[in-house]
């Protein structure tokens, strides 16, 4: 997924996403001609990892 794929994915702005990512609280994805991707399976598990972000947000 893009960043944008992705920052839509979690519910969240591309701003919060690279906050977290330079935080480290997210993880950073694989790049691909200089672009950062995503597997949707990584930002599942992450999302599962962290369930009190979601619930609150639910």
Request: proline content about 5%; charged content about 30%; glycine content about 6%.
């Amino acid at each position: 997924m893009t960043k944008n794929e992705t920052a839509s994915y979690v519910r969240r702005s591309i701003r919060t996403l690279e906050r977290w990512i330079a935080q480290g609280y997210f993880p950073r994805g694989h790049y691909i001609k200089g672009r950062p991707r995503w597997k949707t399976i990584e930002v599942d598990k992450w999302m599962t990892d962290h369930p009190a972000i979601f619930s609150a947000s639910a």
